[in-house]
């Protein structure tokens, strides 16, 4: 377990509120501070348990802090991030929950900001949880346990950082794996994201007056359409390329799919349906 005596989190939100409240729950900290623009907010995660106490003013948060877990939406990390580094205490490890890791993790090592202090170390990550709920107040302390964290070193990454990065988020009860941020933003284009913008096609095509026809097949498959917008046009527009694959490779497979179905060729969309159910049912529930 890795020994942190006070974790900062920027953004308490649904990640960062489940973060804090793992973390307080199973002890890895001494203290978390919560750091958001919110104090009404700050105060309601103080009194579901996400954090010790909160604050609005971040250079006071995150002066004591020997990690910083940064969860705010993916175009404002690398703002946040050089901004902070200058203010951190020797030694400090900063780590982000973002959905894309490439540009973030790029920009970050070529920053001067950053690239300065050689006593700060920055460790990308992602914890492959989440909900289509938002705030705090959804926060839950399983809510990484048994899922899959992906760790993104660099070249330029500290490995004494990095390890501490992998216990952190195995200590919250996630399965880490690692990979490179340009893997990695490659297979959540295909897992992630491309599934976000299916289901959320999927709703848009249905009209209005069918709507009351819907059933739980329709509200299961498009659940993830009620995240917000907002958030979603940062992680496509940030992993435009890789998303913009994963659309191709689909478009072949939904053509191959129509034209057996066209000529009749049932056997030919069967063995789709049945390689769909084969790969849901590895998943399971």
Not at 3 to 15: E, H, P, T, Y
Not at 90 to 109: C, F, V
Not at 112 to 136: I, L, N, Q, T, W
Not at 252 to 266: V, Y
């Amino acid at each position: 377990m890795a020994d942190f005596r006070q974790i900062a989190i920027l953004g308490v939100g649904l990640i960062g509120g489940s973060i804090g409240l793992a973390a307080l729950k199973r002890k890895i900290a001494d203290k978390v501070v919560g750091i958001g623009r919110n104090a009404d907010r700050l105060a309601r995660a103080q009194r579901h348990g996400c954090i010790s106490e909160g604050t609005t003013d971040w250079q006071a948060g995150i002066r004591e802090a020997d990690l910083i877990v940064v969860c705010s939406p993916v175009e404002s990390i690398i703002p946040l991030v050089e901004q902070l580094v200058p203010f951190c205490q020797p030694g400090t490890i900063i780590t982000d929950a973002g959905s894309t890791k490439q540009t973030i993790i790029e920009t970050l090592h070529a920053s001067e900001s950053v690239r300065c202090r050689k006593d700060v170390y920055f460790v990308g990550s992602h914890p492959m949880a989440g909900s289509d709920k938002s705030g705090a107040d959804h926060a839950q302390a399983d809510l990484f346990d048994n899922r899959v964290t992906i760790v993104t070193p660099a070249p330029e990454t500290d490995r004494t950082a990095q390890a501490n990065v992998r216990k952190f988020w195995e200590s919250l009860g996630s399965r880490v794996l690692e990979m490179s941020p340009a893997e990695h933003d490659a297979a959540v284009a295909i897992t992630s994201h491309l599934p976000h913008v299916m289901a959320s096609l999927l709703a848009a095509s249905t009209p209005e007056s069918l709507l009351e026809l819907t059933a739980t097949g329709w509200a299961d498959t498009t659940r993830v359409a009620a995240g917000d917008v907002e958030l979603w046009r940062q992680i496509v527009s940030t992993n435009r390329g890789h998303v913009l694959q994963s659309l191709t490779n689909f478009e072949k497979l939904l053509a191959a799919f129509r034209a057996s179905l066209e000529a009749g060729q049932d056997e030919h969309w069967i063995k789709l349906l049945e390689q769909g159910k084969h790969h849901r049912d590895i998943v399971g529930s």
